[in-house]
């Protein structure tokens, strides 16, 4: 997985602000308790209590709105990330960098901007650290505190195990979504958006495994490809027009799809060409599906006021040992449909040994 890609994926998703709302709500606020308890040791003025408040509980709830409101929203989180640093960094340099405190929250802000958009936005949020840094040093008086009193490092061991874990559940959400979105499309890319059923691709990769597996069990399951052409299909758009061509596509493959069973596979080849691999299934069973398949077109009101009659021809390949390879089997199946087509349509033609010679 490309991690820039899966990153970028990441931000311009919708769902981010609220994803990021949460661990935000929970650093910055558990944050703020920790600058006031590290404050209490020394002499600041009053609006630098109100800033840490404000940053702590306040701002969180700003961003949130920010972000989800944006038409961008992953450009929103990032410009809130470095507001993030600058109020961290303020923080920071209002304490006198006392060490447990500043490490903690320089590290947990690399760490966000790391996670977020790389090295690219690492290098974003030094720019706001310094910011931040610069802005104390214009108001406030340089001290250096080192030291941390017990109440300060039980505030920094409390924001870092919870932080850290509100983090990784966020992580593994985002991760999750991810996920997701990758199995959709990879689902889409193997479907034919008017059948909804496999496409031509798919229906050959997963040929290539079934033909696999039978030859290494000596076809002792058996298998049976189907070609379907349906017939007089350009009459049909001629007629009614488009639109209702495509509405028989989509027809058929609905009643393809409905009488399939969990291990069979169905596609649309091309066109109005549809192919089926029926999983332990002799001669009998393919006449059985087919039969079926036309009952369910028949219950179909969409073809009771055409002209045209919605029927198919199918040329029908059983596999046994002799098939060399999948394309072998595909020419025998679609030898077989020419076949019927050149007699009847509306037919079924079993490919015959001299197909398989």
Known sequence: MNFKSSTARMLNA???PKQIYIPRSLGL???ALLIIAALQDQARPNWVWMLTLVGGFVWPHLAYL??????????????NLMIDAALTSFALYAIGFSIVPSSIGFTLTAMNNLSV??????????IATMAGLAFGAAFLPFGFHPASSLLVQSA?????????????????????????SRDALDMLSQTDALSGLKNRGAFESALDEKFSALR????????????????????????SGHAAGDDVLRAMGSALNSEIREADIAARYGGDEFAVLLDQADEAGAHVFLDRVRNR?????????????????????????????????????????????????????????????
């Open 14 to 16: 919708p769902r981010l």
């Open 156 to 180: 920094a061991m409390l924001l870092v195990v919870l932080y850290l874990t509100a983090f990784a559940w966020t992580m593994w959400r985002m991760a999750n979504d991810l996920q997701e």
């Open 29 to 31: 606020g558990l944050g």
């Open 117 to 126: 958009g790389g090295a690219r936005l690492l290098a974003k949020g030094f």
């Open 297 to 357: 077109i028949r219950a179909t009101v969409l073809f009771e006021n055409s002209t045209v009659p919605l029927t198919w021809s199918t040329g029908v390949s059983m596999f046994d040992t002799s098939v060399s390879s999948p394309e072998t089997w595909l020419a025998q199946a679609d030898a077989a449909l020419y076949k019927v087509k050149q007699c009847e349509r509306g037919g079924v033609v079993l490919a015959q040994s001299e197909d398989k010679a």
């Open 66 to 79: 920010h972000a989800s409101r944006a038409k961008r929203s992953g450009r929103a989180e990032k410009n």
């Open 216 to 239: 290494s069990g000596n076809g002792k399951a058996g298998a049976a490809l189907l070609f379907l052409d349906l017939d007089h299909f350009k009459q049909i758009n001629d007629e």
